[in-house]
């Protein structure tokens, strides 16, 4: 239970999900396709081995929306080449940029 969903946003889109540790409260850095492959990869065992690769990373900024709890999200940064989150993936280092409710307004019904 103490895993959540968490979605990829840029530009005002989910481009991608993954899993956001909620008992070391960091996000996991692989980016997945569908909800459904961050299921089948469910606290994997190392899960900091997917990093960038890139000889010259490009991060780009995204929004890290977490699922967790009474949920919130985070600016970062990731590699959409190597599918990694490249910034920020300890929301708990930067308690006046983190963020409640849903970062692109959808209700929840
Ligand atoms: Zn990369």
């Not at 959540?4 to 991608?16: L, N, P, Q, R």
């Not at 960091?26 to 065992?45: D, G, T």
């Not at 708990?92 to 409710?101: S, T």
Request: aromatic share 12%.
């Amino acid at each position: 239970m103490s895993h959540a969903y968490a979605e990829i946003i840029k530009d005002g889109k989910v481009i991608g999900w993954g899993e956001y540790n909620g008992t070391s409260d960091v996000m996991l850095p692989k980016i997945r396709e569908s909800e459904e492959e961050v299921w089948k990869h469910w606290r994997e065992r190392d899960p900091f081995q997917y990093q960038c690769k890139c000889a010259e990373p490009k991060p780009e900024p995204v929004i890290v929306y977490s699922h967790y709890g009474c949920r919130f999200w985070w600016k970062s940064e990731a590699c959409l080449t190597c599918r990694v989150l490249t910034g920020e993936l300890c929301p708990d280092d930067m308690d006046d940029i983190v963020k409640r409710g849903d970062p692109l307004g959808r209700s929840d019904d």
